[in-house]
DNA sequence: GCCGTTTTCGGCCCGACTGTTTTCAGTCG
């Protein structure tokens, strides 16, 4: 089995954990939990390093040692190490350590005074109340650990960005009409739109004796309260999502905003950078010595440390604070750069809408253009055209753009690439669109190899424009299918044709790494709603995230572009 | 275990809340 990056940084958190649980060095732990977190962000395969003998000393946090037990990962799958230390430990004792509550030391514990090593175990203990007449434990711990343990039988997975903004923002509203409450951020992930997100940060700057905390553990969603203080409380909703609240006072608001931000990585960059200036960098502000000299807004925090602001999106440690250093951070693309949408469907596919009331709510968007791109006649669950349906529409959008003002309907397809690779529709009509854009819906399992092919194969074709929702995953649904994604890539530039990032909130399709691979080969990205009736142009906000985590700027995107200077960017392939 | 304009030792990001304890360890973010 060929090893990843993954797997090995899944060894050394192993191995993190386990030390952890027989309370070694605090530093030495981090260690491990550095290295795993560098080899998952790490560009570049690790073993193919390794193949080429190059110096893994190199990379940040990695020493003579780590080096050495990488090598050995990847040479024979198996650390000696872990290996070692699951004859201390049993394997399965790693799993409590997810069970909010319990940490290193606790898990020794119940391991060395009551041998719990599983889940089930540690559920028997429980029920007989072994847990509370341990020294260190109480009753309220066995209760917390009952209640933690249903919940992670339950579920604990992430939530969709779109579905956890249905949560957090109408909560942030409420929080607004506080007494004394000045402003309310939604912090964290969510602010620097990933994809999913754990948890919910609200960040609240309000006068010294405003109710918002008591106000906040009132809110008729809880169904639990997990901690309750005056600057910081824990609840979870009713839908099971975690939300942390932080007030501070306004003078804060910068540095704690930055800091409630995250990713936890930039931060710690951020403070190490702070560190070399001899300067504390905490939630309250930037301090030296004891006096404040930035923190009341995050511009004034990046100051500090001599950098200009990061925008959200951008801050996972993953060479924004060197782009930032030299000056080249990208000026990321903003909603109000799209000119158009190039994906979308109406009545006469699977879409809710006629294509009138598509055109009048995208003008209303203040769009130029839209390409009406229904499926083609493969697609039978959504009704897909057939060549004379499409040419029949075609006639319409003829018809309609000679009476609509101020908008322009473009013809399109989102036709499907068929398992060898060939075009669901034939030539004749496919070279009477603006635009043709090819789609995987089937056949998803095939091996990298055939399926690369099959999309290398059709985008060969002279009339195809972009590549829709390129991987094909849906967010906790389906995984991508197996695809050599930097082939695909280089293939667009060659052949002059593009990239979808689909703005589905079930898809967000480029993801962010492939968008940056993307914008450093030429190859220009579109930004689609795909949107099925009018209220989805709405998620393009969620696409522009996406765009913004993979660093694009509104040159990198397709439909940044005015209609006159779109038109042949679209015919160059054909 | 890593790292170095404090360079081979002695540091390593920082603070809030809870529970069990009676001044603080453990956990979390």
Same mark, same amino acid.
């Given at each position: 089995m060929p090893i990843h990056n993954a797997d090995i940084a899944a060894i050394f958190e192993e191995i993190a954990d386990l030390l952890e649980i027989e309370s070694a060095n605090v530093f030495r732990v981090r260690a491990y939990r550095n290295a795993a977190r560098i080899l998952q962000e790490l560009g570049k395969d690790v073993r193919a390093m390794v193949e080429k003998g190059e110096d893994l000393t190199r990379l940040p946090g990695i020493g003579d040692d780590l080096a050495h037990k990488i090598k050995e990962i990847v040479e024979t799958g198996h650390c000696a190490m872990l290996d070692k230390l699951h004859k201390q430990l049993p394997?399965?004792?790693?799993?409590? &350590?997810?069970?909010?509550? &319990?940490g290193p030391k606790r898990v020794s514990a119940l391991y060395h005074e009551l041998d719990i090593q599983t889940m089930e175990q540690l559920q028997r203990a429980v029920r007989d109340h072994r847990i509370q007449a341990l020294p260190g434990f109480g009753e309220k711990t066995e209760m917390r650990i009952a209640d933690a343990l249903a919940i992670h039988a339950s579920n604990t997975s992430r939530f969709k960005l779109a579905i956890a903004a249905q949560y957090a923002e109408p909560l942030a509203a409420w929080l607004r009409t506080v007494p004394g409450v000045q402003q309310v951020v939604v912090a964290g992930s969510y602010r620097r739109a990933r994809e999913t997100v754990g948890d919910i940060d609200i960040l609240i700057t309000a006068t010294e004796h405003s109710p918002v905390m008591v106000r906040f553990c009132g809110y008729d969603e809880i169904a639990e309260i997990l901690s309750h203080g005056p600057t910081r409380s824990s609840v979870i909703l009713k839908c099971k999502l975690q939300v942390d609240a932080r007030v501070v006072a306004p003078e804060s608001y910068g540095a704690a905003l930055h800091y409630f931000t995250g990713s936890k990585a930039h931060n710690i960059a951020i403070r190490r950078l702070g560190q070399e200036k001899r300067l504390k960098i905490n939630e309250y502000g930037v301090f030296k010595d004891q006096t404040r000299i930035a923190g009341e807004t995050e511009e004034s925090v990046y100051q500090a440390v001599g950098l200009p602001f990061i925008p959200p999106e951008l801050r996972e440690n993953r060479g924004e604070i060197e782009a930032a250093r030299k000056g080249c951070l990208p000026k990321l693309i903003e909603l109000s750069d799209l000119k158009g949408d190039l994906h979308t469907h109406s009545k006469a596919s699977d879409g809710h809408a006629t294509l009138k009331e598509m055109a009048q709510a995208a003008k209303q968007r203040g769009f130029e253009y839209l390409a009406v791109t229904e499926h083609s006649s493969r697609l039978t669950i959504a009704r897909g055209l057939d060549s004379v349906q499409l040419a029949k529409q075609i006639d319409e959008i003829d018809r309609l753009n000679a009476q609509l003002e101020g908008i322009t309907l473009l013809k399109g397809i989102e036709v499907d690439i068929l398992e060898d690779g060939?075009?669901?529709?034939?030539?004749w009509i496919l070279g009477k669109l603006d635009l043709v854009i090819g789609a995987v819906h089937s056949h998803f399992g095939l091996s990298r190899a055939r399926q690369t092919e099959r999309i290398l194969k059709a985008m060969e074709h002279p009339h195809f424009t972009l590549l829709a929702h390129p991987s094909g995953r849906l967010i906790a649904k389906r995984e991508p299918y197996d695809i050599d994604m930097m082939r695909i890539i280089r293939q667009a530039k060659a052949r002059g044709c593009y990239l979808e990032l689909n703005a589905t909130p079930d898809r967000l399709d480029l993801l962010d790494t492939y968008c940056q691979a993307a914008k450093a080969e030429g190859v220009l990205i579109c930004i689609d709603s795909d949107a099925h009736s009018v209220l989805d142009f709405d998620n393009l906000r969620f696409g522009i995230g996406q765009a913004r985590r993979g660093w694009l700027e509104k040159s990198d995107v397709l439909n940044t572009r005015s209609l006159k200077a779109l038109r042949p960017l679209l015919k160059q392939t054909m």
């Open positions: 394997p399965t004792i790693t799993e409590l &350590l997810a069970i909010p509550g &319990l060939s075009l669901d529709l034939p030539d």
